[in-house]
Antibody
Framework: EVQLVESGGGLVQPGRSMKLSCAAS????????MAWVCQAPKKGLEWVAT????????YYRDSVKGRFTISRDNAKSTLYLQMDSLRSEDTATYYC??????????????WGQGVMVTVSS | NTVMTQSPTSMFISVGDRVTMNCKAS??????VDWYQQKTGQSPKLLIY???NRYTGVPDRFTGSGSGTDFTLTISNMQAEDLAVYYC?????????FGSGTKLEIK
């Protein structure tokens, strides 16, 4: 059974850093691109970042470029999101998601339960 | 960035209704659109990928259609368990962009 379990969230002051982890199991982690998607309280979904299966390519939404870093450790089947210079507008639930490629179609087929990050003084 | 405009924002529906919701892309995204369902307090779940392909295990009352800039998700014979917010997502261009969602509520 595929499982994605996020951890590392909580309350953090503006300007500080936080690192999220996503432990994957039930599939061959290094075969899949992975992503982070966030959702501010009572708001919609926003894509944050994607990393290729081998970590060689990364992509970010403009609002987090230069502040957030997506990475992975394939030996540990774990995805990370290092968040620096946090702002109040980064407050959200962060989901990790597996990105499946199927015949030139792409989709997020598995999602974690989400981890809440609150940026406040 | 590609803006995905969903309509309506919310719908009041009854069990058994046929429900149609729309997603309009600000530029041509081909058929590179997925639909996700998110129930209250839960993670999103994939319903439709590639505009019209039903994901494994998704009931056949869910149908996706469209290409280019206009996409539709239809739920025939609405069930109580379908109450949720539905999001479209385009992955043709970076950044990936979601629509703002359509919320289904009981009439």
């Amino acid at each position: 059974e595929v499982q994605l379990v996020e951890s590392g969230g909580g309350l953090v002051q503006p300007g500080r850093s936080m690192k999220l982890s996503c432990a994957a199991s039930g599939f061959t982690f290094n075969n899949y691109d992975m992503a982070w998607v966030c959702q501010a309280p009572k708001k919609g979904l926003e894509w944050v970042a994607t990393i290729s299966y081998d970590g060689s390519s990364t992509y970010y939404r403009d609002s987090v470029k230069g502040r957030f870093t997506i990475s992975r450790d394939n030996a540990k089947s774990t995805l990370y999101l290092q968040m620096d210079s946090l702002r109040s507008e980064d407050t959200a639930t962060y989901y990790c998601a597996r990105l499946e490629d199927y015949g030139y179609k792409r989709y997020f087929d598995y999602w974690g339960q989400g981890v809440m990050v609150t940026v406040s003084s | 960035n590609t803006v995905m405009t969903q309509s309506p924002t919310s719908m009041f529906i009854s069990v058994g209704d046929r429900v149609t919701m729309n997603c309009k892309a600000s530029q041509n995204v081909g058929t590179n659109v997925d639909w996700y369902q998110q129930k209250t307090g839960q993670s999103p779940k994939l319903l439709i990928y590639g505009a019209s392909n039903r994901y494994t295990g998704v009931p056949d009352r869910f149908t996706g259609s469209g290409s280019g800039t206009d996409f539709t998700l239809t739920i025939s014979n609405m069930q109580a368990e379908d109450l949720a917010v539905y999001y479209c997502l385009q992955y043709n261009y970076n950044p990936l962009t979601f629509g703002s969602g359509t919320k289904l509520e009981i009439k």
